[in-house]
């Protein structure tokens, strides 16, 4: 193996690789970077337990004298690289095992893993893919992954539902506390899936999103999913069982419904959230509408004292006095998703789950549960 | 207790007065903030283990309507203050230990500490201190502290000495395994002292040159050091014991002087720590001065491999072929102190200590101790 290539184009091409990196594994191969370099292309390979990339590099600045595979050591060939300062990197292998980097006046030796003991990747891709705009995707990921489980008792529940029916895709995710939903149009006539990725695949794949290519194509069988990324694939394993049904959490009737402005909104709970956080994990805030339309989100903590803080809605709000108490992180987290100025909130009853709407951002639902009080 | 205060003005001042806030402490009210409310001035007072700060605070937004002392709990007073978006911030007591916050529509109480558990606070002002522009003493502090030990079985070395002679104010701090020293013109006819301030005080003091006041005024005693800048005093406490000698430790001949560009110089030494941090903690990079008048820097790691930079000097350098193994953090830490874009590096021999200096920052000097290898 033996080629040159330009040092920019190798570091970006590493920096997506590198979010397949295993760090902590039992099997040391996974650690490393894979390149297969043919007589046009470089192919970086890296992959751990939840994904797997495969970049085909076919740059001009590629100029390969010598075919050939080998399996670096992926960390450290991540962290030289960025650091190296000429303009080309100059790739050589010697001794066998030893893999040879030349870049202005750096001269770099790295002892090569042992490319045999490497997996066969499949990287499944479909003949017909459902397109997607980045910048959807992007909002997807955003918008769920967060309301994902981060504890593992129930593992279905750390990863997002992908639905596919006729005309919509569908993601939700839930951690049995508050749910997070939304509904995109799809082109029609696509097979119906119901599959669960893995939260931490979709916040790795977020980040890859870096050249502003307008759209991703999914595709996505029974074992995996596979994201294709111009000259990047980017496979997930699916989470096995089944997800819960959420339609019948989401009540039907909303008798109250108050509209804020977000930022306000968000400000004020920021505030209480401080006071309770000090005092308990759970940082709980109450919310009041009064009689006089006016809104009291409060807490208190018996050490430290009390926040009270008064909001006004945007409109008059609909319905009667409420008095409800919930987590004010999850509030926020919701809140924090939505790109409108102005949005609702709307209630059923004081134990009853709550939503979060907006106009502007109608494909977007938050629910989350209140918690009793007193 | 009663006034108010512009909020902006308020969270400034408090900023500066929680670098003083015992976090973790047995003693509660040294986690509180003291303000003593005046007619026309409020005065913040903070204290922990190793620092004390008073700010005068005596803004034209000030209104007070009744004199009081009172305790607050610091760290949430400053969190929240942080978060109003009120222009103004309304203080008043009720109920004898709470105090009410409110800022636009923000209604906060908290429970006060107890302010006779207070400890009286001494801050020490000579009618003579000696005056040091703001931005030298910035650089004292950068250019010391890092050398301070970390370890606490030598007490003494986590601390700056401070020397005050006729003409110089000279800043030494060693770690045993390298040292730098600084050395600054000051006015005549000061007391000669000799102190050693805590190198985490120094840490903090830097924190609050935000403002441009070009002037700060060092107050020296035997117990303590007070630095005075605009309507800020910080108080250091000194640490007990002798400064070791160090003029001894500095070779007087340099028969080997290389002249490098410090950028280039630090990317390579860089370059090369990458891969002997890997290996451990020590971090050795080797430098080697060849016949042919290049210096190769270069880290070996049998697990990993070996990088080997090679440096061009910046003149041809004078004296014999050498080859000197050191830490990498020491050496860069070293280089990074320097503003000037050309230094000199100095040996005496392989195992005695080594010095960078550089002609533009003449008052500066960079001591080493190489390790044995092999």
Partial sequence: MNFNIHRDVLLENLLIAQKALSTKTPAPYLQGIKLEVYEKEVVMVTSNA???????????????????????????FVDIVRKLDGDTVSFSMFENNMLKLVSKNSDVTLNLLDIDDYPEIDFVVNEHPIP???KVMKAI??????ATSTI???????GVNIRVDKENLVATATDSFRLSQ???DIPKNFDEMNVVIPGKSLDELIKIFEEDLEEILIHLNHQSILFEYGNVLFQ?????GNFPETSRLVPKEFPIVIKFDRTTLMTAVDRAALLSQRDSSTSIVKLELKDNDVVEITSTSPEIGKVVEEVHPSEKPEGSPIKI?????YFLEALHTFSADEVMVKFTGEVRPFVIESEKDK???????PVRTE
């Fill in 236 to 240: 997930s394993r699916l989470l096995e």
């Fill in 182 to 184: 939304k509904i995109i």
């Fill in 132 to 134: 997607i705009e980045t």
């Fill in 50 to 76: 939840d994904i797997s990339i495969k970049i085909s590099i076919k740059d001009e600045s590629l100029d390969v004298k010598e075919e050939g595979n080998v399996l670096i050591p992926g960390r450290f």
């Fill in 152 to 158: 593992e008792n129930r593992p279905i529940l750390t």
């Fill in 363 to 369: 494909d977007l639902t938050e629910l989350i549960l």
């Fill in 141 to 146: 990921i955003r918008q769920t992954t967060f």
């Fill in 325 to 329: 108490a919930f987590s004010s992180k």
